[in-house]
Each structure stands twice: as C-alpha cells, then as structure tokens.
C-alpha cells in the first residue's frame, strides 16, 4: 500500500503556554514561553505498530521523514522542506501524495493542518489525523495516537470502510481571547471506526443544560475547602462554578482559584507547576460535548506532570447528563500513556447536585 505521511511539526506547541494554538506569529511566543514539539512523539507513537510492505511517500526531515527513518519504515521524500515549516510545505506535500496515486493519507496536527489536507485532497482520498492540535472540534482525527495506529492498521488490512466526516475551521484569534467561532469548512473522507474516530465538537446546550450547570457548581462551591487550590479548566460548566464564586473565568483556558478568589487567570502549565508544589489541590475539568476528553484537548496546560503533582485522586469531573446523553464514554489523551491508563476503567463524574455517575474511560 502506498501511504502518504505529513507532520505538521509546531501543531499543539501553545497548548502548555496557554496561547491555545500557533497559527502566524503566536508561534514565536510559545517559543518564548518555552513551548516544546509534541507533534513528532505522537506520530511516533501512532505509527510504532504498522508491520508490512506498505511504502511511505513523505516530507523531508521533522515534517515525516525523520520518524519513518527512526522507525525503519520504507519511505521517500517527495517534498523538501527549505527553513521553517509552513502551511504551504503540508499543501505542496499532499499534492505529491495525490499525483502518486496514494491509497491512504495520514497526517499530524491539529484543525489547521485538516484543513491544508482538504484544500488539496478533497474527498478522493482516505485521510487519517493523528491529534495533535491544541483543541480539535473537526471529525478527522483518532481518539488518540495509540487508536490512530489501531485504525491505520485496520485500514491496511482491509477491514474498514469510509465515510465523509467535517473539518471545522476555528478563528484562533477569537478563541485566543475566550470566543469561540467555528464554521463548517468542508469534509475529508476518514476510515468508519466506531469509538477510535472523535466526532466533531458538539454544539453549545440551552437553558435545561445551564440549570444542570448551576446545580453542579453550587455543589462544587458549597463543599470548597479552604486553604485547597482550585484548578478550573476551559468549558462553560467549570465557568458555571466560578460564577457561583462571583469571579471570573477564562473561558477557554485554565484558571486557579484559591478561598473562593481567583489567584492565576489563564494560567500556562509552569504558571501551575510554580504555584502548585506542596499544597493540597484539586483539579475540575469538564469532557469536550461528543468527543469525551476530559484531558489532552484544550487543557494541555493540566500537564501530566501537574496531575502528577496534584494526584489522580484529586481529579474531578464535570458533565452534565445532557453532556453524557453525547458523550457515552470519556477518553485521557494526556501524552503520557501511563498517566492515560491510570485514568481509565470508571470515573466518578458530578452530574448535578450531590449526584454522581460511574461513566467509563477508554
């Protein structure tokens, strides 16, 4: 099987810094806050288990080749990449991938890198995203790297059918100062692999859903104690609870709340590791509607190394029952595979007043 294979090698890198992507200059900042490439690891991790005569069609250096290389796959480079990496190199390399003929696309990175695929690809041809953006809403992508290896060997295999699934486009702009605006871009055609594939965000809930809300944080503020610090990650039912408080909320970010007051607002993951270390502290996330993560997307900042200081103990979530009516099973795409087994089995999750649901975690 011939296979085309791109990285987008900054894809993600705002996450931990709390600059919720990188699209034009934000890079450069992340960079300066001290932002790391996750992308390449996770391709890593995604292709570590494909066996075969598949030939890889690729990127030069840390856009595919360096991991094919690393992982003694068959590969060769059809597009060199000269200085920085950039939208244009994933276009130019997909446009190689389609005049080969390729059977199957795989790609690495986040919402903007599905729709560079799109431009070029269309729905010709089978795509597969493995995540590695900062908060996905499109239907390309694997739950997690270790899934998206599973569906691309199912593929190769013959196993699996396709379907059309969206690609969003998300304003970084807007979401980078708590707005959240995403339009239908277009739809890529992905492997139909039941419970390995995320759906697409699903959409804000009316006035029953913001009652569950309310319910759920007057608990939550009602049984704070004091002296422990809270650590609230993006959504609208951890923002319910800081309304509860009177104080505000990043809506699309993490903030830390210490005696019923807000102590770091858009909080970055060295701003928690800073403010963390020996103190007793608890940990409210809330599942992405219909894709269930409650770590690894849009809340990067919650590291692995901050659970670690917090515990996996002192870890809670939020979901109303009309989020779990979309969301049947949760999912921990942290980074850290050890990390991401502890999480899963059940989660004791709030679901409204003093009332918790056992919902499981795969």
């Known amino acids: ?18 600059l919720k992507g990188t699209d034009g200059e934000v890079l450069d900042e992340a960079v300066r806050r001290g932002a790391s490439p996750i992308s ?41 990449v000269r200085g920085k990496s950039a939208a244009m190199d994933t276009k130019d390399a997909c446009t190689r991938f389609v005049e080969r003929g390729t059977d199957l696309i795989i790609f690495c990175g986040g919402d903007g890198t599905a729709r560079d695929v799109l431009d070029i690809v269309g729905e010709s041809i089978t795509v597969i995203g493995i ?16 899934e998206a290896g599973e569906v691309i060997c199912a593929f190769i295999k013959g196993e699996i059918t396709t379907r059309l699934s969206e690609v969003m486009d998300v304003d970084e702009e807007a979401f980078r100062i ?33 009652e569950q809300k309310e319910a759920i944080a007057e608990f939550v503020v009602e049984n704070m104690e004091p002296g422990t610090y809270y650590v609230l990650g993006p959504g609208t039912t951890t923002r319910a609870v800081a309304q509860r408080l009177g104080q505000p909320k990043t809506l699309l970010g993490v903030d830390v709340y210490l005696d019923g007051r807000i102590l770091v607002q858009d909080a ?23 894709q269930g993560f409650v770590l690894g997307r849009g809340n ?17 979530v939020l979901a109303t029952p009309d989020k779990l009516g979309e969301t049947p099973t949760l999912h921990s795409d942290s980074g850290d595979p050890e990390l991401d087994r502890r999480m899963s089995g059940y989660l004791r999750v709030l679901v409204g007043y003093a009332q918790f649901r056992m919902v499981k975690v795969v």
């Open 1 to 18: 099987m011939l296979i085309g294979f791109v990285i987008n090698p900054v894809a993600g890198m705002g996450g931990m810094v709390a």
């Open 40 to 80: 390449n690891d996770r391709a890593r991790r995604a292709l570590s288990k494909i066996e075969g005569k598949s030939v890889f069609l690729t990127a030069s250096g840390e856009m595919g080749e360096r991991v094919l290389t690393e992982l003694s796959l068959s590969s060769e480079v059809v597009h060199s």
């Open 131 to 146: 995540p590695s953006g900062v908060k996905m809403h499109s239907g390309v992508f694997a739950n997690t790297p270790a």
């Open 178 to 210: 708590g707005e959240l605006r995403t339009r239908l871009y277009g739809y890529l055609r992905v492997p139909s692999f039941e419970g390995m594939m995320q759906p697409p965000k699903g959409r804000v809930f009316g006035t029953s859903d913001d």
């Open 268 to 290: 970055s993951e060295s701003d928690l590791i800073k403010v963390l270390p020996g103190t007793k502290a608890k940990v409210l996330v809330t599942p992405i509607g219909r």
């Open 300 to 316: 990067q900042q919650i590291s692995p190394r901050v659970i670690s200081m917090v515990g996996v103990e002192n870890v809670q």
